[in-house]
């Protein structure tokens, strides 16, 4: 059988894409070898999302005096939290499968693999099936990235060290969990095991938390956390694991951490093995599968998008890699645009960026002016946030106070970055953005405020 184009994995970039596809009448075939939605909906995205909901409601309900709200006997039932889990990524998965069936898409249960690529297109072995596909959209996602570090794997093999899957999934809370990488992974899981009770410790081998999130507002999240029961030893390299102790050395010498589980979050790797990727050519390196930026691979007709071309690694910039490589084979003008993507680590508070942070800026060597607002500006964060010291930061171009970044510490910044993302990527200066009226009273108004 003979498609318009092969999308070979159901995460969000491969079920947007056969959506976007099917919806324009292009004759679909989605090939998932586990289960629709990928890791986004099944264990990654919405299972942590989920989580850190009843985590913040319990948190809610505990501290609830300074609000006039109190409650006796509050509980944290992990196994319903993880049965809720469970049920909203039954919803979501199924409401997945419906949209695609809508559009007209066929979806086989497989692991997907190029075979050849002739005249007619290219051959894709599914299961037992050879199907031919004009053009393949490779939208295989990425794994967790496992070090080599000695005693590693047999941590795995008892079940002591997990990833990303399982730690979504543990029965009951462990009585300890050290968390190796404090990443967007290690730092959403520490949030919630914390909360629930658990002893967590985050060992992390840069002298900060959270990845590229501007400095400040990494110190400020790490203290809350640390007020939460976190302990970090950041600046520390794992060396050993041994029956549940993390052996590490940072430049004040040896340390160690005794752990009832050890979640392993120190990044991800692009899936291209096992694709066929190499009998039709195309270029993969160690990030990724190479795309340009209208998500076409060095093979006429072969697209990749999500996680598998190494880029941005996150849910939303997959479903717009998505469309772009849809519209691109569909004769659009279209390309990606990676200047305003937003990220966000769901922690409490919450953090978001998007754009330049005061750092990249400067070591990009542009000329800025940095302005912190502190969120209590909001008359909304003051009346929902006893005691918050929320803030964000806007990075201005100088001569032109054109907006270049916003990153932000406090809740809801994963519902407000949005506006900033919006006005980064239309390169709006202060003036413009002072003219969009926002509504009050919302804690997304330190956005327009800061452009005063
Ligand atoms: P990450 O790249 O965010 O963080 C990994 C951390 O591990 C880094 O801080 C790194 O310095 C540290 N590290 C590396 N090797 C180490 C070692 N040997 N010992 C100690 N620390 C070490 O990766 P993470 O957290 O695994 O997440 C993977 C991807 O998933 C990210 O690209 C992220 O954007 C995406 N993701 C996004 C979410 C969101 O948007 N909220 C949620 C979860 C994941």
């Known amino acids: 059988m003979t498609y318009d184009v092969i999308v070979l994995g159901g995460g969000p970039a491969g079920y947007r894409a056969a959506e976007h596809a099917g919806r324009h009448g292009l004759g679909v075939l989605l090939i998932e070898e586990r289960s629709l939605g990928g890791v986004c909906l099944n264990e990654g995205c919405i299972p942590t999302k989920t989580l850190l909901y009843s985590a913040k409601m319990y948190e809610h309900a505990r501290h609830g005096s300074a609000y006039g709200v109190t409650a006796e006997n509050v509980k944290l039932d992990h196994g319903a939290v993880v049965a809720r889990k469970n049920k909203v990524v039954k919803t979501l998965v199924s409401g997945v499968a419906a949209s695609i069936k809508q ?59 997990v990833t990303n899957r399982e730690i979504l999934d543990l029965a009951e809370l462990p009585a300890s969990l050290c968390v190796i990488g404090g990443g ?3 730092l959403e899981m520490a949030s919630y095991f914390a909360t629930a009770g658990v002893k967590v410790s985050v060992v992390e081998m840069l002298d900060k938390i959270g990845g590229y999130t501007d400095s400040e507002i990494a110190a400020a999240l790490q203290k809350q956390m640390e007020q939460q029961g976190v302990t970090f030893h950041l600046g520390s390299k794992v060396t050993k694991l ?42 993969v390196t160690k990030q990724g599968l190479v795309t340009d930026e209208q998500m076409k691979t060095s093979v006429p007709g072969l697209f990749a998008a999500g996680d598998v071309n190494g880029k941005s690694l996150l849910a939303h910039t997959a479903y717009r890699e998505a469309e772009v490589a849809v519209n691109v084979l569909l004769g659009k003008k279209d390309w990606m645009d990676y200047s305003a993507v937003p990220s966000v680590i769901y ?39 006893e005691g918050g010291q929320g803030f964000a930061k806007f990075v201005f171009e100088k001569n032109t106070r054109r907006l270049l970044g916003v990153s932000m510490i406090g809740n809801p910044a994963s519902e407000i970055i949005f506006g900033a993302a919006a006005f980064v990527g239309r390169r709006m200066r202060a003036e413009e953005i002072q003219k969009v009226i926002f509504p009050h009273p919302t804690v997304g108004e330190v956005l327009r405020e800061a452009m005063f």
């Open 103 to 161: 559009h007209g898409v066929t979806v086989v249960y497989a692991k997907g693999q190029i075979l050849s690529k002739s005249a007619e297109g290219f051959a894709v072995l599914a299961g037992s099936e050879t199907y031919i596909g004009k053009n393949v959209l490779v939208a295989t996602g990425s794994k967790a990235l496992i070090p080599p570090i000695p005693g590693l794997k047999e941590a795995f093999d008892a079940g002591i060290a």
């Open 242 to 283: 041994e029956n549940g102790t993390v052996y590490f050395e940072s430049a004040q010498g040896t340390g160690q951490v005794d752990a009832e589980k050890v979640l392993v979050s120190i990044g991800r790797r692009a899936n291209t093995e096992g694709l066929g990727l190499e009998n039709v050519g195309a270029v």
């Open 347 to 385: 922690t409490n508070p919450e953090i978001a960026s998007v754009g330049e942070t005061e750092e990249t800026a400067k070591a990009k060597g542009l000329t800025v002016e940095i302005k912190k607002l502190s969120l209590r500006y909001s008359g909304r964060y003051v009346a929902e946030n």
């Open 184 to 186: 967007v992974i290690g």
